[in-house]
T-cell receptor
Framework: ELKVEQNPLFLSMQEGKNYTIYCNYSTTSDRLYWYRQDPGKSLESLFVLLSNGAVKQEGRLMASLDTKARLSTLHITAAVHDLSATYFC????????????FGKGTKLSVIP | DAGITQSPRHKVTETGTPVTLRCHQTENHRYMYWYRQDPGHGLRLIHYSYGVKDTDKGEVSDGYSVSRSKTEDFLLTLESATSSQTSVYFCAITNRAHEQFFGPGTRLTVL
């Protein structure tokens, strides 16, 4: 059974600082997803990582995937208040049909 | 938003009543999904579909059934709603670029 763990679950950081969210998973997978969710809203797709060593960047967010270590990271550079949200990673189980198993989410609060 | 709509967006019902949630997509995607989101659990897959009349169970399928008679519609039915099925339900699709997009969600309360 695939298990996905995110760390930390809660993160309070100051504007302008850098930080990393970690996503570990328990079985082999080559597809990993990152999403953002604002309170009361749906999930917004941030990144899809499709191979070992994949790195994607959008604005102040950068995601990477190490399939051998079964680890993905979401790095936040010079945080701003608008990045406050809950971030989820999700891993394709490999059973076909893109079935995703989600982590519990990291609630990020960026404090001015 | 990948052309996904869900209806209703909010529903309050009583224990023991049947409930059907609808997911509609406009872009002819093959794969569709139903998830539920509960505090402390992230999202969990209920059922998914890989084509018309082709569906299968996810992690938390007990108490739920689905149907897909047309490419654009994926229905989730709670045969006899229970309070434990109070949740936010999200529909999703996967496109040819392997991206999975989510609908706006349906907030269901079972009293």
């Amino acid at each position: 059974e695939l298990k996905v763990e995110q760390n930390p679950l809660f993160l309070s950081m100051q504007e302008g600082k850098n930080y990393t969210i970690y996503c570990n998973y328990s079985t082999t997978s080559d597809r990993l997803y990152w999403y953002r969710q604002d309170p009361g809203k749906s999930l917004e797709s941030l990144f899809v990582l499709l191979s070992n060593g994949a790195v994607k960047q959008e604005g102040r967010l950068m995601a990477s995937l190490d399939t051998k270590a079964r680890l993905s990271t979401l790095h936040i550079t010079a945080a701003v208040h608008d990045l406050s949200a809950t971030y989820f990673c999700a891993v394709d189980s490999g059973a076909g049909s893109y079935q995703l198993t989600f982590g519990k989410g990291t609630k990020l609060s960026v404090i001015p | 938003d990948a052309g996904i709509t869900q209806s209703p967006r909010h529903k309050v019902t009583e224990t023991g009543t049947p409930v059907t949630l609808r997911c509609h997509q406009t872009e002819n995607h093959r794969y569709m999904y139903w998830y539920r989101q509960d505090p402390g659990h992230g999202l969990r897959l209920i059922h998914y579909s890989y084509g018309v009349k082709d569906t299968d169970k996810g992690e938390v399928s007990d108490g739920y059934s689905v149907s897909r008679s047309k490419t654009e519609d994926f229905l989730l039915t709670l045969e006899s709603a229970t309070s434990s099925q109070t949740s936010v339900y999200f529909c999703a699709i996967t496109n040819r670029a392997h991206e999975q997009f989510f609908g706006p969600g349906t907030r269901l309360t079972v009293l």
